[in-house]
T-cell receptor, first 110, second 116 residues
Framework: EDQVTQSPEALRLQEGESSSLNCSYT??????LFWYRQDPGKGPEFLFT???AGEEKEKERLKATLTKKESFLHITAPKPEDSATYLC???????????FGTGTRLKVLA | NAGVTQTPKFQVLKTGQSMTLQCAQD?????MYWYRQDPGMGLRLIYY???????DKGEVPNGYNVSRLNKREFSLRLESAAPSQTSVYFC???????????????FGPGTRLTVL
């Protein structure tokens, strides 16, 4: 069964303390993995798409990487405004459906 | 561009009442989706519409119906609401034309529904 698992469930960091969020997947023939940010009371906001193992994408303090089994979202020197829930998703091959992980709730303390 | 809009933002229903959640997108996207989000469960797909005129069941379709009114609009109907349908509902759209297009989704702000 196609699955997406994110860890940790929650993460508290001090401002400036770098860390990584993990997204592991069991999807055969993966050709697209997506990262989203979700603020409380709002809909998910698209961050990145990664298409193949070895690909990396960056946006401000965020860098997403992809291997054949997992993806990492690296947060460098985070700020309180980076506090949010980060979701990853894959598109089930051969379908229009997307499979989401349950997310990592990130809290960055000033 | 407004992106994806949803109405209403909040709703309280009594068990057995019906209602329709509205969704519209102005990005000329082909595919539209309805999800529900519950604590600890993540986003679960209720129904989706790959293109105008087509709809298909997702992971949790029971108790819901949908209508793809035109390319812009995709509505979700609860015929007889139950407390188990208390959730936050998100509509999303994607440019996806083909099954393996791997296009990102754009989400609306959500509807917070409580069924008493």
């Amino acid at each position: 069964e196609d699955q997406v698992t994110q860890s940790p469930e929650a993460l508290r960091l001090q401002e400036g303390e770098s860390s990584s969020l993990n997204c592991s997947y069991t999807v055969s023939g993966l050709r697209g993995l997506f990262w989203y940010r979700q603020d409380p009371g709002k809909g998910p906001e698209f961050l990145f798409t990664l298409y193949s193992a070895g690909e990396e994408k960056e946006k401000e303090r965020l860098k997403a990487t992809l291997t054949k089994k997992e993806s990492f979202l690296h947060i460098t020197a985070p700020k309180p405004e980076d506090s949010a829930t980060y979701l990853c998703a894959v598109q089930a091959p051969g379908t229009y459906k997307y499979i989401f992980g349950t997310g990592t709730r990130l809290k960055v303390l000033a | 561009n407004a992106g994806v809009t949803q109405t209403p933002k909040f709703q309280v229903l009594k068990t057995g009442q019906s209602m329709t959640l509205q969704c519209a997108q102005d990005m000329n996207h082909n595919s539209m989706y309805w999800y529900r989000q519950d604590p600890g469960m993540g986003l679960r797909l209720i129904y989706y519409s790959a293109s105008e005129g087509t709809t298909d069941k997702g992971e949790v379709p029971n108790g819901y119906n949908v209508s793809r009114l035109n390319k812009r609009e995709f509505s979700l109907r609860l015929e007889s609401a139950a407390p188990s349908q208390t959730s936050v509902y998100f509509c999303a759209s994607s440019e996806s034309i083909y099954r393996d297009s791997y296009n990102e989704q754009f989400f609306g702000p959500g509807t917070r529904l409580t069924v008493l």
